[in-house]
């Protein structure tokens, strides 16, 4: 109804000029009270609404580690702290309801004050003969009729400012990620180098970034272990490299050029990417390993699997590859689950294949294959970038990357680095890595 409005107005002015003013200066008071209510409830609002992310991000958080929080007996503890922010959420929605509820009282009190202004004044230019009563009784409900839109606009004001934080909250989302895909031209894949340059990075909104200036080159065939003890930054560093984490200063590049020149389902040609936090997806073994993409070939697939050693466990159940696994891998094992990770990552032969403690679940037959699966992936051209707390995960790299607290310390072949790091009593023997190195507080990670 509100774009009625100026029609309405318009009429009662043609009633009588004087009505017309009274109530063209009560839509001005209105609408001077709507700005009111705009710049006090904005704040109000957004905290609600902060709450209110924060409140659903718990739940959903409780929700994948409920078998945790059981056997843990963490559910007092975590109820506690639900209640706690239920409360803060519930204070902040009561904060911006009432500011929004007390402008839509005040508003509505000017209008009933209008339409009674807009009958007084009707009925002392019908005593000057100026209007007929019937004049009178249709400008007051032209009135009321033309301001009523205004006053429902106000009892909704904390949805409309909502709605409008949340859509610049989408445009600056989608303005980052914005490609000119007309005007674009596809880089083909890398296949010869990565380079890091002075890359500082970590999550948005921190004031210290988590790693700092991080500079190194690999070529393809490379393996690259990082170590340092926990809280050094190299799960940050794995996101970087495979452009989950945009740096905050500095340039990942892939044969000379960024990687945001790539876009995403071009970038996933060339990465793969087992996190620490691994998911599977809700799907059978085949989808998760291709990523769930519809033009797949099964010879791929099985490939994947075979160079994660997968293939021979895959096919001993009851479906093989089209077992369902269920929501996050719950029909599955810890073990399996990150076998199939593996494969996951391998899939597509990717020129960039970062393993972010590719062994925490897995057995003895489960770490051989681990280690065959890089040595396979190096020989075929490709970098693999392994960070794991068990050295053994670490046997078949070339050069080691050490951090400490977000700085890297030492970069170079394997030999030479772990003697920097390592005092004599502690120098491995020669071959592969067996054994944990405490030196590290936490171990090789």
């Avoid at 204070?91 to 839509?104: E, I, K, N």
């Avoid at 009178?136 to 409008?164: D, K, N, Y």
């Avoid at 914005?178 to 596809?186: A, G, I, S, T, Y």
């Avoid at 003697?419 to 009593?425: E, N, R, S």
Wanted: aromatic share 6%; glycine share 10%; charged share 20%.
């Amino acid at each position: 109804d509100l774009p009625w409005l100026p029609l309405y107005l318009g009429i009662v002015f043609l009633f009588h000029p004087l009505l017309g003013f009274v109530g063209l200066g009560g839509a001005v008071v209105i609408f001077v009270l709507i700005l009111l209510n705009e710049v006090m409830s904005r704040a109000p609002v957004a905290e609600s609404n902060r709450e209110a992310a924060s409140r659903s991000a718990n739940v959903e958080i409780g929700q994948r580690n409920s078998e945790a929080i059981a056997a843990m007996g963490m559910q007092p503890a975590l109820s506690s702290n639900w209640t706690a922010r239920n409360a803060d959420y519930l204070a902040t929605l009561l904060r911006s309801t009432d500011r929004s509820g007390l402008f839509g009282t005040i508003i509505k009190t000017v209008r009933f004050v209008l339409q009674s202004a807009v009958l007084g004044v009707g009925a002392w230019l019908a005593i000057q003969q100026e209007i007929t009563p019937g004049v009178m009784i249709a400008a007051s409900i032209m009135t009321s009729r033309a301001l009523a839109p205004i006053e429902q606009a106000v009892a909704q004001w904390r949805g409309f400012v909502g709605f409008r934080q949340a859509l610049k909250r989408l445009r600056e989302g989608l303005a980052v990620a914005q490609r000119d895909d007309e005007q674009k031209l596809d880089l083909p894949l890398p296949k010869k180098q990565l380079d890091l340059e002075a890359v500082f990075c970590g999550p948005y909104g921190e004031a210290t970034p988590f790693v700092q200036g991080i500079t190194l080159s690999l070529e393809a065939g490379d393996g690259l272990g990082i170590i340092g003890p926990s809280g050094s930054g190299k799960s940050t560093l794995a996101r970087a490299l495979v452009g989950a984490l945009a740096p905050l200063k500095g340039h990942v590049r892939f044969d000379g050029a960024e990687i945001g020149q790539w876009d995403d389902d071009r970038r996933g040609a060339f990465v793969g990417y087992l996190p620490q936090d691994l998911q599977l997806f809700d799907g059978t073994i085949a989808d998760n390993i291709a990523r769930f993409r519809q033009d797949v070939e099964a010879d791929t697939v099985i490939e994947a699997a075979k160079r994660a050693d997968v293939h021979d466990l895959i096919v001993s159940l009851p479906d093989g590859y089209n077992t369902l696994i269920g929501r996050g891998g719950r029909n599955l094992s810890a073990g399996q689950r990150q076998r199939i990770a593996l494969a996951r990552a391998l899939y597509g032969n990717p020129f960039l294949i970062v393993l972010d403690e590719p062994n925490s679940n897995l057995d003895s037959v489960g770490e051989a294959a681990l280690t065959n699966s890089i040595k396979v992936m190096r020989d075929h051209g490709s970098i693999v970038v392994v960070i794991a707390h068990r050295p053994s995960a670490i046997a078949t790299v070339n050069k080691i990357l050490c951090l400490k607290d977000g700085k890297q310390t030492a970069f170079g072949p394997k030999d030479e680095v772990l003697k920097q790091v390592l005092t004599p009593a502690q120098t491995p023997p020669p071959g592969p890595v067996q054994v944990p190195i405490p030196s590290l507080q936490g171990g090789v990670a």
